[in-house]
């Protein structure tokens, strides 16, 4: 597919078998040919080697995996970052236990039929979003850190649920900002360029950076693409082992943790490019980062373009950073000192739903943020963001009982796709649905049942 996808392939293969058992019926070749193709340059390979796949299952020569009751609404594709493709990422939800699963890149959703078609093919309930990031500067909290580590008065959102028939509206609407971004991109090169002059490394925006990427069919690039193609430059120059943790650690002043440092002296590590990244990304984003703004929709812009499309809409909670999960993030703090403040201005610009990931808060957090969402009147959607072969596509602190109705909300968006794709005055934000049942609790449950019976 791309340099990115083939240089994880042996990463994502071994996730696979760490999965499943491949019965004596088909030798161990054609298997991994076949989830090999899962990443194909042509989606129809793709989609084409996931319906032999489920066949084997299907005849009981690929076993089942176990199956609890996990979902996950924010899986990223390599149509923003990560090494499985929509088709992929499909097959590693379904053979990790997955019940649903759902899309969602940055800026793009060109992944998005790709991730319905497989989903078809595996029984496996989709839902479709894009995430994206947005100026609150129009809002109260203008100047103020919200959800982005890089940026002040720039927040992520997401709009989840859009309906299929709004497809081609949404990567209408990115478009404009796609083109903002790689300026934007690009200067970001300049600088990264400027830092590794003196070691003799250079990147090439065209020639480096966008091969890596989905952007020719529709996909984004994002800083996690460049910082990925200066991982590759500098294992390429310093290979893997002592001498790069050296440079990491002398020439660029790293002060890496010892579970990080330790990856990286490991030179069989399969993941070892993904490591690096997320080490530079915690470490040296500070330094290159270039303020996004043009590619940045005005919150109220982008709130009213999910109205009009029937999407709904999401605030995504980070809470205060202190051990970050996935090795991405420095400590430091977001919404958490004001977070009162934070839900009454997003009652008051409209959004439809706060989105959060268990794993990634304390106890004491997701109490808060729970408390808030009933209190406002928030629809609760959760999801890991999957961008590396080293995060597990199942969420296990959402088994815990207290996490009940983020499954419920799921099943309750997967019924509000249905019933929006078919009609978007049959959404579960329209207002001719809030009119019937404007208890959101009785709305959940309606349009649960809907998604449910759907499958």
């Known amino acids: 597919m791309d340099k990115n996808s083939s240089n994880a ?3 994502i293969n071994q996730n696979v078998h760490n999965a499943i058992n491949v019965n004596n019926a088909i030798n161990e070749e054609e298997y991994s040919n ?3 193709n899962l990443n194909n340059e042509d989606v129809n390979i793709r989609l084409r080697s996931l319906e032999q796949l489920k066949s084997l299952i299907d005849k009981g ?3 089942e995996p176990e199956r609890y009751n996990d979902v996950n609404n924010h899986i990223h594709t390599t149509f923003s970052f990560s090494p499985y493709s929509p088709t992929k990422s499909v097959w590693m939800a379904y053979m990790s236990g997955l019940i649903t699963a ?5 800026d793009s959703i060109a992944g998005a039929e790709e991730f319905i078609e497989a989903g078809r093919i595996m029984n496996l309930p989709t839902t479709i ?10 809002t109260p909290l203008k100047g103020r850190r919200i959800n982005n580590p890089d940026q002040s008065s720039i927040a992520y959102v997401t709009l989840h649920g859009i309906p299929h028939t709004k497809i081609n509206d949404v990567k209408q609407y990115f478009i404009p900002y796609i ?3 790689n300026k934007r991109n690009r200067l970001m090169v300049e600088r990264i360029n400027n830092v590794f002059a003196p ?3 250079k990147q090439d925006f065209d020639n480096d950076i966008v091969p890596l990427s989905q952007f020719r069919n529709g996909g984004t690039i994002t800083e996690r693409h460049i910082l990925y193609s200066l991982a590759l430059k500098l294992v390429e120059k310093y290979g893997k082992g002592q001498s790069l943790v050296n440079f990491l650690k002398e020439q660029l002043n790293i002060n890496l943790k010892t579970k990080l440092e330790n990856y990286l002296l490991d030179k069989a590590n399969p993941f070892y490019e993904y490591d690096l990244l997320g080490v530079l990304k915690s470490d040296l984003v500070s330094i290159v980062y270039v303020d996004a703004k043009e590619e940045c929709p005005d919150v109220r812009e982008f709130l009213e373009f999910g109205r009009k499309i029937g999407a709904i809409s999401a605030y995504a909670y980070l809470g205060d950073v202190t051990d970050s999960v996935t090795g991405d993030k420095r400590r430091q703090k977001f919404e958490d000192d004001y977070i009162d403040e934070l839900f009454q201005v997003l009652k008051d610009l409209g959004f439809n739903a706060v989105t959060y990931m ?3 808060n304390t106890r004491e957090q997701l109490r808060k943020v729970k408390s808030l969402c009933q209190e406002y009147g928030f629809f609760q959607i959760s999801g890991e963001d999957i961008n590396s072969p080293r995060q597990p596509f199942v969420c296990k602190a959402m088994r815990d009982p207290e996490f009940a109705n983020l499954v419920d909300s799921t099943w309750a968006l997967i019924g509000h796709e249905i019933a929006a794709t078919r009609n978007i005055d049959e959404g579960m934000f329209s207002q001719k649905t809030i009119e019937k049942y404007p208890d959101l609790n009785e709305r959940t449950a309606v349009y649960k049942e809907i998604g449910q019976r759907g499958y």
């Open 129 to 138: 979003g894009v995430e994206c990031r947005v100026d609150f500067s129009c």
């Open 9 to 11: 392939s042996n990463a």
């Open 34 to 36: 076949l989830v090999e």
């Open 358 to 360: 268990p794993s990634r």
């Open 61 to 63: 020569i690929i076993k």
């Open 199 to 201: 070691f003799g490394i």
């Open 179 to 181: 083109e903002e971004r």
């Open 102 to 106: 759902g899309i969602v890149d940055h």
